[in-house]
């Protein structure tokens, strides 16, 4: 039976929870996820967890906040006024919204707080410092 390896497009169930064992993200109910190992298009840890797999073998990893998302940055949590907000926007918290930031970049912010004054953004991805658990079974490789 053939092991994955690098260069190979993969097909792959997987669920991810934190730490407290709620589930962020999983394929249950969807298409399995497909990419190539080695392509850089997901967290690295997860890449090399299928190096060296067969189809139909399972395994369960932990990826620490460092290799995942890295660190959440304080300096990435800003507080707008809420006068600032257009009268139709009406900011949510957990609503991600894109800003346009003084160099013409957009960024995408995730509202975490709301009062009467302001609105409190947060730039970090929403897995930044936390640990990740990632149940995966290779189901395929495609090529």
Same mark, same amino acid.
């Given at each position: 039976?053939?092991?994955? $390896?690098?260069?190979?497009?993969?097909?792959?169930?997987? #669920?991810?929870?934190? $730490?407290?064992? &709620?589930? *962020?993200? #999983? &394929?249950?109910?969807?298409?399995? /996820? @497909? *990419? #190539?190992?080695?392509?850089?298009?997901?967290?690295?840890?997860?890449?090399?967890?299928? %190096?060296?797999?067969?189809?139909?073998?399972?395994? #369960?990893?932990?990826? !620490?906040?460092?290799?995942?998302?890295?660190? =959440? =940055?304080?300096?990435?949590?800003? &507080?707008?006024?809420? $006068?600032? *907000? !257009?009268?139709?926007? &009406?900011?949510?918290?957990?609503?991600? /919204?894109?800003?346009?930031?003084?160099?013409?970049?957009?960024?995408?912010?995730?509202?975490? @707080?709301?009062?009467? @004054?302001?609105?409190?953004?947060?730039?970090? =991805? !929403?897995?930044?410092? $936390?640990? %990740?658990? *990632?149940?995966?079974? /290779?189901?395929?490789?495609?090529?």
């Amino acid at each position: 039976m053939a092991q994955a $390896k690098q260069g190979d497009c993969v097909k792959v169930d997987y #669920t991810g929870k934190l $730490k407290d064992g &709620s589930v *962020f993200d #999983t &394929s249950e109910n969807r298409e399995p /996820l @497909e *990419f #190539t190992i080695g392509g850089g298009q997901i967290i690295p840890d997860f890449e090399l967890a299928v %190096l060296g797999m067969n189809p139909g073998d399972s395994k #369960t990893i932990d990826v !620490p906040a460092a290799r995942a998302y890295g660190p =959440h =940055h304080e300096d990435m949590v800003i &507080s707008v006024d809420r $006068k600032q *907000f !257009p009268e139709d926007i &009406s900011p949510e918290v957990g609503e991600q /919204l894109e800003i346009r930031q003084s160099g013409g970049q957009s960024a995408v912010v995730t509202v975490t @707080e709301v009062n009467d @004054e302001s609105v409190i953004l947060d730039a970090n =991805h !929403p897995l930044a410092g $936390k640990d %990740l658990i *990632f149940d995966i079974q /290779l189901v395929e490789i495609c090529c």
